[in-house]
């Protein structure tokens, strides 16, 4: 089950955020999204560490934390989409096709005119969507 | 990278890992070193650190090695034993609270920057207290039976001379039931190197042959060498001070300065040479001896392909022993036990070439024997070993990794030395930089106790600052996560100090919900340690938190409001983000010469005022001569740009507040900060209220106290959530000065006080002179030239309603009032819509009362107001207000057409006697109708087909009233030209009385031209007024009709005129409506003072409407007696054809003669050229025409029977006739029998054209006559 999905901007600033648990650890998720920032730049920054990807925006799987995964994706405007699931056992075609799907869904919530570039995305349709996309992955 | 021998780690190895010497003294020798403050191991300690020994050393090679650095370990034979968890808990806890009390006095200053913190190197960023923690950490460790390094190696006996017999003392010493318990069960060996030590206090000279008599006893029975006489306490007084004492650090609990003053120079040399000669000369050859010894003895027994095999066999065979990790299955004596003193010792000998084999040897052993805690400890020693000797970097993770894992499994007894392990592991990976792993392996142990684990967790975050390049995210997040742990086991200092840390990664950054965490927490902290203005600085920025949930705001607001009331006086804070103030609303408005009558007119665009006073006022260059040369003499150049306002008159300031949050919020004293400085000296405040953190009550004081120069108005408010509120404040000076307003103050509910400073915003300040120029700053639009108290006139206009039908004629007051005593004058009024409202010409109240007044009266006074109308209304030049006087001056509204309308009123004044600064002032009133639409009149006018001088009209009215009826009253001809006439009785015109609302009405009249014919330009006077009007109501018919006449209808019927004013103005032929009508009665009995009374419509320039430019009548005698039985009649008619356009006309007039219903069926009235009028003759006649009207389109049967006649005389004639003026043509026509005759067999033909004489006409076209009956009788 994914628990979090975030999107931040290429300032490291939080363009969308959103958990999908009952539990109150929103601040928890936040702060596993946010320190995962240090390990994509240390992807991006040293890619022959992560070798296999030259030219693909999924970053694979970021780190394991106690009970999560956390995932990254990083598109051509230096925007990190980033994933947190609680399934253990992920397949990472699985975690590429989530990733394709939500950059489609981005896409479309920042090609709206009245989106401002660089500031939060408060379209309903785009939480719409990406609540969508998220409930059609379970990773089991 | 640094030398591994040199790194911390390997320092701190070579104090760990050394030779550990049991000391065995008597209570006597304690009591010795106690007068310096000391125990006999702490005085030694000092010295028991050799940089630089240089002892030869000989181990299991051939090879001579020389050992420069070298450390004893002394410990009391009680402290030789396994530390106490607990106790050693309480320890390390009392560690961290000391430390926590030393930072405590950081805590207030500001948080360190996160650019700080990057520079630094790695000992400034953590704090120093780490290694003393992971010290302790490890010496809790101490003494376990799995490891030999803590063995003690030698025994240091020492009895003092004042004992008695104290060669049976040091006997006593080694007594077995006083030796700790780990050399009697055999963990330990006991059999060490024994060394005796007598000491002798200089201070009790009475012994000191004593002394040397016990001495030479002792050399006597325990050898030579092995004894030693140590004499310390030469001074005498104890007052002895050392410079750099060298016991200060290691025991900080006493004051430096009292610790050795007893020991004198020569004694502290004494002691160095003492324990100098004990290593080198004792301990060092002993271990060597003994490395060699062991060394030999396990080749013997396990090296060789003989012994490996016989080991490995023996080991099969003990298979079935259970899993045993207790330990105790190997004493000091058991061959895995030898090997492994042999590796430490060789390991403390720096041989570790032999330490690694010895342990890579016993390792084995421990793995076969399922001996884990064994095995970890050997493996945790050799990663060491290849740490210090610079082996393969591989390895030696490979090792530390393998040992903590191996603890780990053995669960919660394994634990403390996992954390050991990991400790030297971290420190290890530092020491080659490789600190984001050392991060990992301080999180792998941070375990469960949470205080363990705050400390753990700090310390990964700082390598995480370490790393290349900083993990600042992760830097951040373990200090909250430490900050957490420690505020679970209540060490709020330190819990303080991580967050304060952890601000630095989040301050800068959006991620509101971690932010505000930080914030809130770090907040509640401060306020738990008593540090209550930290706390709310921290809470401040938790307040703006519109993205949280409800209950948690609700929670952030009660902590936050709690901890302001705790600290129990009134913060006042710059930038309080709660209620946010939006700048942008921000809007000044302030009165100079420039006044406003209400809310409504101030809000008004300037540029609307200007274009109206534009005449009113003086104009620009003589006012540039009259008062802004003055005042640029006057006053500094500075100030001249600066706005002015009068003493007495407020300053208002419009903006807006919003609440972020989703809760009310109380807000209550805002008021304006502003500051008055006297104009004579400008440096001088008068009045500062910008105090940046004055506190509380005083404050308030200042503010509305009397004394101050100035008054403020302040306003409570309640924000719901998420609400907007639009606040007006003011200021009024009460002196003169240059005004300056500041910024905004507000309380939060009652118990902080916000303060906003406007510096360098944009303001909207609706000041005709920021437009104009534009190099004004925002902040002189806040800035005010005060200047003294001039007169201010107030006015209003009474009884103005809102809403108004269109048409409607009202009587309105204009109220005009000055307050103050010096009177003003030259008042001049202008009004944007004359076309609305028209001022009286005097000030009388009107003596018969609306709208009686408008009727005529017995006297008829038709005198002609002068038309000549300019948009300035000039007050009478004796008008002079002053006082409590006020001037009534009536208005006369009319609105003339419906839409919403702005009438903006400016009123120019002049004040006598006063400042030089202003001269006039205008007063600026607005006020906004809303005019519905009423009845609406069309006129059209026909010629009348007969008579050249009479016009029908036709009156079209509709009522657009939505629920309104009308009632119409009087409809008048405007000038003496036109005389009017009904056409049918007033009841069948209007049956019903009243129009009701959507009801459309036509009716007819006649007009008729007065002017005499041909003299054009005469005027007749002939005409009667009262032929101008006819009546439209049946009942009341005392009711007289109204004067159009006079003012205020005729004045309005200018305006309107000029309204509709068209190029040809003065085209005479044109006709003025005035139609007055009034509500019905009935249609809307309540709101009975607000009905109109009356309500007027014009409708002007109505031209005279045909579609062919010209007119003609034929004229003749209508009844003819002949007798046929003479002659056949000739009868001589008259044509006159009259050109009613402006150009040239030429007409044809064609008689046909012969059948002339073939030739031209009659055009029947009305259906061609509008209106005719048909003359009633006779009864018979008209019954003709009636069936005549009857027969459209049809063959009149009558012509058939009807005799004919010809036209005789020329039968084409034409003319040409001039603009606007008429012809006569003569024409004849013959009839033979008496009868009924239609002359209307002719034809015009005629053609327009622009000028005499043209070629091209511009139109032309054929008309058909018209019927025109002649009767023709036989005479008798």
């Known amino acids: 089950m994914i628990v979090c999905v975030a999107v931040v901007g290429h300032q490291n600033n939080p363009l969308y955020i959103q958990s999908f648990t009952e539990a109150e650890d929103a601040l928890k998720l936040h702060h596993i999204v946010h320190c995962s920032l240090d390990v994509i730049d240390e992807r991006v920054n040293n890619p022959s560490k992560s070798g296999t990807t030259m030219n693909e925006a999924f970053l694979g799987l970021l780190y394991p934390a106690l009970n999560y995964k956390v995932y990254g994706y990083l598109t051509n405007t230096k925007v990190k989409f980033i994933m947190v699931t609680s399934d253990l056992d992920v397949r990472d075609t699985d975690v590429r096709s989530f990733f394709r799907k939500f950059h489609a869904a981005y896409v479309d919530a920042v090609s709206n005119p009245f989106h401002v570039p660089g500031k939060k995305i408060t379209s309903r349709t785009f939480s719409e969507s990406v609540t969508n996309i998220v409930s059609s992955y379970s990773f089991n | ?1276």
């Open chain 2, 1 to 1276: 990278m640094v030398e591994p021998v040199n790194s911390s780690l390997g320092k701190m190895l070579l104090e760990e890992v050394s030779p550990v010497v049991m000391v065995l003294c008597t209570p006597l020798v304690e009591e010795t070193f106690l007068k310096n403050g000391l125990s006999f191991v702490e005085t030694l300690k000092p010295f028991c650190n050799f940089s630089n020994i240089d002892v030869p050393v000989r181990t299991s090679g051939d090879q001579l090695y020389r050992l420069k650095k070298f450390t004893l370990r002394l410990f009391n034979a009680a402290d030789i034993r396994q530390p106490n968890v607990e106790v050693a808990k309480q320890r390390l806890e009392h560690v961290i609270t000391q430390a926590g009390e030393k930072v405590f006095h950081d805590l207030e200053s500001d948080p360190p920057q996160i650019t700080d913190i990057l520079s630094n190197s790695e000992s400034e960023i953590a704090p120093t207290w780490f290694q003393y923690y992971n010290k302790e950490l490890i010496r809790t460790l101490s003494f376990s039976d799995h490891e030999a390094f803590d063995h003690p190696v030698a025994c240091l006996l020492v009895v003092s001379s004042k004992d008695e017999d104290p060669l049976n003392k040091f006997v006593d010493l080694f007594n077995t039931n006083r030796l700790p318990s780990l050399l009697n069960d055999g963990v330990m060996d006991p059999k060490i190197l024994k060394h005796f030590l007598l000491v002798h206090d200089n201070q009790d000279a009475t012994t000191e042959r004593l002394t040397s008599k016990v001495l030479s006893e002792m050399r006597s029975t325990f050898g030579n060498n092995e004894c030693n006489l140590l004499c310390t306490n030469s001074s005498k007084e104890g007052n002895v001070e050392h410079q750099a004492n060298p016991w200060a650090s290691f025991k900080s609990s006493v004051p430096a300065e009292k610790l050795g003053c007893a020991l004198t120079g020569d004694d502290i040399g004494e002691i160095k040479e003492l324990m100098q000669e004990f290593a080198s000369r004792h301990i060092i050859p002993y271990m060597e001896q003994k490395v060699r010894d062991l060394n030999q003895q396990i080749s013997a027994t396990r090296k060789g392909l003989r012994n490996q095999i016989k080991n490995l066999w023996w080991r099969k065979g003990k298979d079935d022993i259970p899993d045993s990790t207790k330990g105790s299955i190997y004493t000091f004596s058991s061959t895995e036990s030898q090997i492994r003193i042999l590796g430490d010792y060789a390991f403390m000998l720096h041989d570790y070439e032999l330490a690694l084999s010895s342990y890579r040897l016993i390792s084995t052993d421990y793995k076969l024997d399922k001996a884990w805690k064994h095995y970890a400890g050997v493996q945790e020693m050799m990663g060491l070993a290849y740490f210090i000797s610079d082996q393969s970097i591989k390895e030696a993770e490979y090792c530390m990794e393998n040992a903590s894992s191996t603890y780990m499994k053995l669960g919660k007894s394994g634990f403390q030395n996992a954390t050991r392990c990991g400790l030297w592991w971290a420190e290890m990976l530092k020491a080659r930089d490789q600190y984001k792993e050392a991060a990992s392996v301080y999180f792998r142990i941070c375990g469960e106790e949470p205080l363990h684990a705050a400390v753990m967790l700090e310390q990964a975050s700082y390598c995480f600052v370490l790393t290349k390049p900083a993990m600042l995210h992760k830097y951040g997040f373990h200090l909250v996560l430490s900050g957490d742990h420690y505020k679970i086991c209540d060490q709020v200092n330190h819990a303080i100090r991580t967050y304060r840390s952890a601000i630095s990664v989040y301050e800068s950054t959006t991620w509101s919900h971690i932010k505000d965490h930080v914030y809130f927490h770090i907040g509640q902290w401060y306020a738990i340690v008593g540090m209550n203005d930290v706390a709310v600085r921290n809470m401040l920025r938790v307040l703006d938190c519109g993205n949280q949930s409800k209950s948690t705001q609700e929670i952030f607001l009660r902590d936050f409001f709690d901890i302001v009331k705790k600290t129990g006086m009134k913060h006042e804070v710059v930038g309080l983000r709660l209620p946010i103030i939006s700048m942008s609303s921000l809007q000044v408005i302030y009165e100079d010469h420039r006044t406003y009558a209400s809310q409504a007119s101030a809000l008004v665009e300037e540029s609307i005022w200007q274009s109206l006073e534009d005449d009113i006022i003086p104009s620009l260059n003589s006012g540039k001569s009259n008062w802004l040369e003055l005042q640029s003499k006057l006053l500094p150049k500075k100030y001249k740009e600066s706005n002015v306002c009068v003493v007495g008159e407020s300053v208002k300031l419009d903006m807006e507040f919003r609440n972020p949050l989703l809760i009310s919020t109380s807000v209550t004293s805002v008021s304006l900060i502003c500051e008055l400085t006297e104009n004579s000296d400008d440096l001088k405040l008068v009045e500062k209220e910008t105090s940046s953190l004055s506190l509380g009550t005083e404050h308030n004081q200042v503010t509305t106290s009397g004394f101050s120069s100035f008054t403020l108005s302040e306003v409570d408010f309640t924000l719901g959530g998420g609400e907007k509120k639009l606040v007006r404040l003011t200021v009024t000076p009460s002196e003169e000065g240059i005004l300056k307003i500041v910024g905004v103050r507000w309380e939060l509910s009652g118990s902080i006080v916000g303060v906003h400073y406007f510096q360098s915003v944009p303001t909207k300040a609706k000041t005709n002179k920021a437009k104009r120029k534009n190099k004004l700053t925002p902040t002189d639009a806040l800035k005010f030239l005060v200047i003294k108290s001039l007169p201010r006139l107030e006015g209003s206009v009474d009884h103005l309603p809102d809403k108004l039908y269109a048409g409607d004629l009202r009587y309105l007051v204009l109220e005009l009032k000055n307050n103050s005593e010096s009177p003003i004058k030259n008042l001049k009024m202008k009004i944007s819509h004359p076309r609305f409202v028209n001022p009286e010409s005097h000030e009388e109240e009107l003596t018969p009362g609306f709208p009686d007044c408008l009727k005529k009266g017995p006297e008829q006074n038709t005198v002609q107001r002068e038309t000549s109308r300019t948009s300035v209304f000039a007050f009478p030049k004796d008008v002079s207000l002053q006082g409590d006087r006020s001037l009534r001056w009536p208005l006369w509204l009319r609105a003339a057409i419906p839409g919403t309308i702005s009438l903006y009123f400016t009123i120019y004044y002049e004040m006598e006697n006063v400042s030089s600064i202003m001269k006039y002032r205008t007063l600026r009133m607005h006020y906004s109708l809303q005019v519905l639409p009423s009845l609406e009149t069309s006129f059209e006018i026909t010629p009348s087909p007969s008579r050249l001088q009479e016009f029908l009209v036709r009156m079209d009215i509709v009522n657009r009233a939505n629920s309104d009826s009308f009632e119409i009253h009087q409809l008048s001809t405007v000038g003496c030209r036109w005389g009017i006439s009904l056409l049918q009785p007033v009841d069948t015109i209007l049956p019903s009385k009243s129009i009701l609302p959507g009801q459309g009405l036509s009716c007819f009249f006649m007009i008729k031209d007065c002017r005499k014919p041909g003299t054009e330009e005469e005027k007749t006077t002939s005409i009667l007024p009262s032929q101008t009007d006819i009546k439209l109501i049946t009942q009341d018919d005392d009711e007289k009709l109204f004067d159009i006449v006079n003012s205020p209808l005729a004045s309005f019927h200018e305006s309107e005129r000029s309204c509709h004013g068209t190029s040809d103005q003065l085209s005479p032929n044109t006709v003025d409506f005035i139609l007055i009508s009034r509500l019905a009665k009935s249609s809307n009995p309540s709101a009975e003072q607000d009905l109109p009374k009356i309500l007027s419509h014009h409708s002007c320039h109505n031209r005279i409407r045909s579609s062919i430019p010209l007119s003609w009548s034929l004229d003749g005698p209508k009844t003819m007696y002949h007798d046929f039985s003479t002659s056949f009649c000739e009868i001589k008619l008259k044509m006159v054809i009259r050109n009613t356009s402006d150009g040239f006309l030429s007409v044809s007039i064609n008689t046909i003669d012969g059948l002339p219903d073939a030739a031209a069926p009659t055009p029947s009235s009305g259906n061609l050229s509008g209106w005719r009028y048909v003359p009633a003759i006779t009864e018979e006649m008209k019954l003709t025409s009636d069936v005549m009207g009857s027969r459209l389109g049809k063959p009149p049967p009558s012509m058939e029977s009807s005799p004919p006649f010809i036209w005789s005389g020329s039968s084409s004639t034409k003319v040409q006739i001039q603009p606007l003026s008429r012809t006569e043509i003569p024409l004849q026509i013959s009839v033979f029998s008496p009868g009924v005759y239609n002359l209307c067999s002719y034809t015009l033909t005629w053609e327009l054209s622009e000028h005499e004489n043209a070629l091209s006409s511009t139109s032309s076209g054929i008309c058909q006559g018209y019927p025109c009956y002649l009767t023709v009788l036989q005479s008798e």
